[in-house]
Structure formats: structure tokens, C-alpha cells
């Protein structure tokens, strides 16, 4: 069954940027699609960007422009930078794989794996 597990995460100051890994094992994320999301304490957990197995990528307005996701397949690994971070980023940080696509004009995420998360801390 496939494991992911996220790192990097920390506490850094607004305006500073961090790199987030997710790492699987017990299988390959090629045929996956990966999406990152966070929740907060007594919050939903929110979707904010997926990449495709294809390599499409695909960004909620909150982190469009200041977060970009990559895929490395050879190193089963996926990574989310995070630029220009806000102390309304703080959250843990979550990685899934499943799909994403477009249906009409909403975008889904239909995740089957999900790792433990990653907390980010943004101090103002």
C-alpha cells in the first residue's frame, strides 16, 4: 500500500519561503495524481494544488502565484515551494494520491492516500 510522508516544515516569518517534500514508498506515484492541502486546528482540510501524473499543475487562488508544485519520478517525491508565506498559511501541511481533474468547470480532488502532515508555522 502506498505511504507518503511529508517533511519540511518549520517556522519561519512572513515574507519567507519554504520547501515542502512529500516522499512515497510501498509504490510509485508515476500513475498518480498528488495534491497538497492543509487544515487547520478545528478547520476542514483544504486542497490547495495538485500536479498530474502528467506533469499539469493546478492552483487554488489562495496560493496562485507564491506556491509552486513539482514532481520528481524518479525519486518517487513530490515538492511544494512556498514563496512570499503569510501568517495565513499556518497549517498543517498534507500530501494525497489519487486524481485531479476538471469536471466542468470545478476542479476535484478525488484522493486515496494521504500522509500524517507537515506543520507550518508563519509568524507576522
Known amino acids: 500500500q502506498l505511504q507518503l510522508v511529508e517533511s519540511g516544515g518549520g517556522l519561519v516569518q512572513a515574507g519567507e519561503s519554504l520547501t515542502l517534500s512529500c516522499k512515497a514508498s510501498g509504490g510509485t506515484l508515476d500513475d498518480y495524481s498528488i495534491a497538497w492541502g492543509r487544515q487547520a486546528p478545528g478547520k476542514e482540510r483544504e486542497e490547495i494544488s495538485c500536479?498530474?501524473?502528467?506533469?499539469?499543475?493546478y492552483y487554488e487562488d489562495s496560493v496562485k502565484g507564491r506556491f509552486t508544485i513539482s514532481r520528481d519520478n524518479a525519486k518517487n517525491t513530490v515538492y511544494l515551494q512556498m514563496n512570499s508565506l503569510k501568517p495565513e498559511d499556518t497549517d498543517v501541511y498534507y500530501c494525497?494520491?489519487?486524481?485531479?481533474?476538471?469536471?466542468?468547470?470545478?476542479?476535484?480532488?478525488?484522493?486515496?492516500?494521504w500522509g500524517k502532515g507537515t506543520p507550518v508555522t508563519v509568524s507576522s
Open positions: 500536479i498530474g501524473s502528467d506533469g499539469s499543475t
Open positions: 494525497a494520491a489519487g486524481h485531479c481533474a476538471w469536471a466542468g468547470l470545478e476542479y476535484n480532488y478525488m484522493m486515496d492516500y
